[in-house]
């Protein structure tokens, strides 16, 4: 298993989206059960530390094609359904080639 760093970043188009991984203080990931969230003003992707890691990932993957349909879009968009199976599949795939994210324990 290679396992690589938490991107700092989503670089996608010509926008960089930070990714926060303490982000347990987003009103988001508060209000909701949610395991990540996107922001396209702020440009930040929020990961909730709380998950376990095969849910950070899956969770990273989901925004980072939602920042890619946004920045992208073409027509109305994906639907979410549509994003979480796309971002389940590519979790699978990427776990499939022995490559996983090396996510801090202290979350
Ligand atoms: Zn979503």
Partial sequence: MSRIPVPKAIICGSHVYKVLL???KTAG???RDNRGEV???TQTV????GCPDSQKTEALIHEAIHVAD???????GLKETQVACLA????QILAGWGIEIDWPKCQ
Avoid: C, P, T, W
């Fill in 88 to 91: 389940e599949g590519l979790a």
């Fill in 46 to 49: 929020a990961i909730n530390g």
């Fill in 22 to 24: 303490n982000a347990k």
């Fill in 70 to 76: 946004y920045v992208f879009r073409s027509g109305e």
């Fill in 29 to 31: 990931l508060q209000d």
């Fill in 39 to 41: 922001n396209h003003r």
